[in-house]
DNA sequence: AGCACGCCGACT
DNA sequence: GTCGGCGTGCTC
């Protein structure tokens, strides 16, 4: 018996393994195995295939050992995984890796110890192989990483290889369980009631211990036989020191116990009301849904699509099946979860990338089990072995986090949420209020079906938008530090009405730019083609790319001049102008840095929920989805930086992200405003926006890309070239994009030279291709793509050139 | 991806 | 002779 298994790697195709007879009955698809990988490496591979077909040109290595009791996915979700490596040009190894929780996914470790077996001879060991000698009398086993802190040499490589030859270690690969399971302390009560003689005995014997006692009294007052040691402790008011005395004496006994870090919790039920608008939406639906309709649920901001997705729930959870519920922003699952839990009778969960490896491990187990129903979370949560999957819900849906960059797989979670919903036989709801050119596209062909819900909950007004001009009032002198005195006076009626105020500024960091005062030139990167941002907290300039450090001394590049001014702005240096320009308000900062943590950023949430902050500055992050109350004004200090974006979809991006800011002004009964400060504020993008009229926005850019035959007449794609010299990469892509255009004419472009160039050493060439739609011919293209780029690599010198491509950019 | 292996230059 | 860098090929 063979199985063909898929390695935790970047290797194209599956790899063949034999299976000894023993383990031959445990196989089955879908269950890790551990195999031999090469000379040295042991992974956790997933079986994808069993077959009896013996391998021609090699003699197959046996399995180790199977690693599950049942398989940890379904043949349907390999079948996903196979189709995202071959539509997003990647291999199965790199959809493992993204798709399983780390916990998962075991690789080996070196394990070097004396070799029992020889007699050492000193004489013969250089410098560093002693003091490797010296290391291992000290501890019996090092690892690899061990021994380069111990040598500091870069590669241990030779070191290891010689001490092996002159017989003085020996080494052996070991797998790594990531995962560990969490305990709690147990007391477990070891005497008895019966005889009192003993039992005054034992209090006795405590005399002259008192928190002991109280300890045993409490034991007998509540007949515990046994009981969690944190609940004892604070029962009594104890310490862990006064219980582990009674252990030692014998009395209890104390045992380590594994517990769930997933809870499984049954809330209480809440009833929402639903509108006229909501229910005849629901309906809608509901009807489509029967007809294996998918669905645009477009509603404008605040109109109560979560009051519909929860009845879609409800309906689901009758039929005893599952909900994936996907959202763009791993901030948004929290308070999603939590409003759903109120309304909800049924298990949820949360699971994305920043969630800890071992509950995400238990989550998985229990969404394969079927115990959990509703999962809510980020673009991972569509590799989740859901077996009997209802709905997914894709909120947000033309939010660009869907689509994952680095590393491969490079996939669009909601794209795979169509092919998810298409195998496991579920029914699929997108969800916006300025939905994607893609979508809106197909439910206008009736691919999708079309729901529209127009009027906001509880028929609060759309906010009242305000365009300022930048040009004007610099002119007129009425600006200070980037902002407008308009504005200056609105937000102080705000606050004035203890309103919040949320300011987007979509840069993080104190000043993007540190410029010479001479030329202008500004201070850049070391291996990255941008400039440095200055960070005052740590008063460094920071790469964003690279994360390289430096000071701000030292001269000008360009004139050696050494007097440096900061310019343009970003989130920190505009939270503090609003400390000095609103000096009775608190004003808070949320972006990438301040909320690094999962905790720093729900408290920040909480806190301005709570109404313990007036201003909130922020990055995209608070723009996303989240319901404050409070809030009335919305103000973009610059939104020209967006509009200038050399994209395709610069304009969309725009708009959707101007709507989704505003849409975070007046929420509850209350009319909210937004300020928005731009150099050129006769853009048609800004009359759309006052007028909430997606159609016109809609009308005009489908013409555009209908002209230029951009998505969703075409699909995009792109290669990446990288390589450290300059002169090979411009050859390297001259040298491809050649044999590309043979075939692909008007519809390649490039080679070009991206926006960043030059990124951790490494010059980079974009060529971008607008690919036919259809779907056999889009797969034939991207063929000729592959064997065109191997074709290249054939070429000596482009060999170390780094090919990256992205499918859907 | 990670490792083996070969080749080469720097340094002692 | 040793160390480290780099290119290349291979992994069932």
């Known amino acids: 018996l063979y199985i063909k298994v898929i390695v935790p790697l970047a290797v194209p195709n599956f790899f063949t393994y034999y299976v000894p007879e023993e383990l031959q009955a445990e196989i089955e698809i879908g269950k890790r195995v551990e195999v031999q990988f090469g000379a040295k490496r042991i992974y956790a591979a997933v079986v994808a295939e069993i077959t009896q077909e013996v391998p021609k040109d090699y003699v197959p290595k046996p399995i180790n050992s199977v690693l599950d009791e049942a398989p940890i996915l379904s043949q349907k979700h390999l079948q996903l995984w196979n189709w995202i490596a071959h539509y997003y040009l990647c291999h199965i190894g790199e959809v493992m890796l993204a798709a399983l929780p780390a916990s998962y996914k075991l690789t080996s470790e070196t394990k070097v110890s004396f070799n029992e077996n020889s007699e050492i001879d000193l004489s013969r060991l250089n410098d560093n192989e002693f003091l490797v000698y010296e290391a291992l009398q000290a501890n019996k086993i090092l690892t690899v990483k061990d021994i380069k802190d111990i040598t500091s040499l870069k590669s241990v490589y030779h070191l290891i290889k010689s001490l092996i030859s002159k017989q003085v270690i020996e080494v052996e690969e070991e797998l790594i369980y990531k995962y560990k399971p969490k305990y709690e302390d147990w007391i477990i009560r070891k005497f008895s009631f019966e005889e009192e003689d003993k039992l005054h005995q034992i209090l006795d014997g405590l005399n002259r211990a008192k928190k002991q006692q109280e300890i045993i009294n409490y034991i007998i007052a509540e007949d515990v036989k046994e009981i969690a040691k944190k609940k004892l402790l604070f029962e009594t008011r104890t310490t862990s020191n006064q219980v582990n005395a009674l252990v030692a004496k014998g009395l209890v006994h104390l045992e380590k116990r594994i517990i769930d870090r997933v809870k499984i919790e049954n809330t209480a039920l809440k009833k929402d009301v639903l509108t006229e608008q909501q229910k005849s939406a629901l309906k809608t639906i509901k009807q489509q849904f029967q007809d294996n309709k998918t669905v645009l649920l477009f509603g404008v901001t605040s109109s109560g699509k979560t009051q519909v997705y929860t009845e879609l729930i409800k309906e689901q959870i009758k039929l005893g099946k599952q909900v994936l519920y996907l959202l763009p922003e791993i901030a948004l699952t929290n308070q999603i979860i939590k409003r759903l839990k109120k309304t909800l009778n049924t298990t949820l969960g949360v699971y994305h990338s920043n969630y800890n490896s071992n509950n995400r491990l238990e989550l998985w187990q229990k969404v394969l089990k079927g115990e959990l129903k509703v999962v809510v979370g980020a673009r991972s949560a569509v590799f989740l072995p859901f077996t009997n999957l209802g709905l997914i819900i ?416």
Not at 424 to 430: G, M, R, T, V, Y
Not at 699 to 726: A, C, G, T, W
Not at 739 to 749: D, S, V
Request: glycine share 4%; hydrophobic share 40%; net charge positive.
């Open 394 to 809: 894709v909120d947000e849906e033309y939010d660009g986090s869907f689509k994952q960059f680095d590393p491969a797989p490079r996939y669009n979670a909601r794209d795979l949420s169509v092919i998810l919903a298409h195998i496991s036989k579920a029914n699929l709801i997108f969800g916006a209020a300025s939905p994607s050119l893609e979508i809106y596209t197909n439910a206008l062909n009736k691919k999708y079906a079309l729901v529209e819900m127009k009027e906001r909950f509880g028929n609060v007004a759309l906010p009242e938008i305000e365009i300022i001009d930048l040009k004007d009032a610099t002119r007129k002198n009425k600006i200070r530090n980037y902002f407008t005195l308009e504005l200056i006076e609105a937000i102080n009626e705000t606050l004035a009405k203890k309103e919040q105020v949320i300011i987007f500024q979509n840069r993080r960091g104190y000043a993007p730019a540190y410029v010479c005062d001479n030329c202008a030139y500004p201070k850049k990167c070391v291996q990255c083609d941008v400039t440095l941002t200055y960070h005052k907290y740590m008063d460094l300039l920071v790469c964003h790319l690279c994360h390289f450090k430096t000071q701000l001394e030292g001269n000008c590049k360009q004139c050696n001049h050494n007097v440096f001014t900061l310019r343009n702005f970003g989130t920190e240096q505009i939270e503090e102008i609003a400390k000095t320009l609103f000096d009775e308000a608190k004003v808070a900062r949320m972006d990438a840095d301040t909320s690094r943590s999962k905790s720093g950023r729900e408290s920040l949430i909480e806190q301005f929920e709570n109404n313990e902050i007036n201003i909130l500055v922020g990055t995209q992050m608070v723009t996303k989805g989240f319901d404050f109350d409070n809030v009335s004004l919305v103000a973009v200090l610059n939104a020209d930086a967006m509009l200038h974006f050399p994209d395709f979809r610069a304009t969309e991006r725009v708009f959707q992200q101007l709507m989704q800011v505003s849409g975070r002004a007046g929420r509850r009964n209350k009319q909210g405003r937004v300020f928005i400060q731009s150099y050129e504020p006769s853009h048609l993008v800004f009359k759309w926006l006052k007028t909430n009229d997606y159609k016109a926005f809609y009308d005009v850019e489908i013409m555009d890309r209908s002209l230029f035959n951009y998505p969703p007449y075409s699909r995009f794609m792109q290669i990446q070239l990288k390589h450290k010299s300059n002169s090979i990469i411009n050859k390297a892509s001259d040298y491809l994009a050649n044999l590309l255009r043979i075939h692909f004419g008007q519809n390649l472009l490039g080679p070009s030279i991206p926006f960043i160039s030059y990124v951790r050493n490494y010059n980079i060439r974009d060529i971008n291709f607008k690919l036919s739609k259809n779907q056999k011919t889009l797969k034939d293209q991207k063929q000729y793509i592959l064997e065109k780029i191997e074709d290249m690599k054939q070429v000596k010198e482009f060999k170390s050139v780094i090919v990256r491509l992205n499918v859907d950019v």
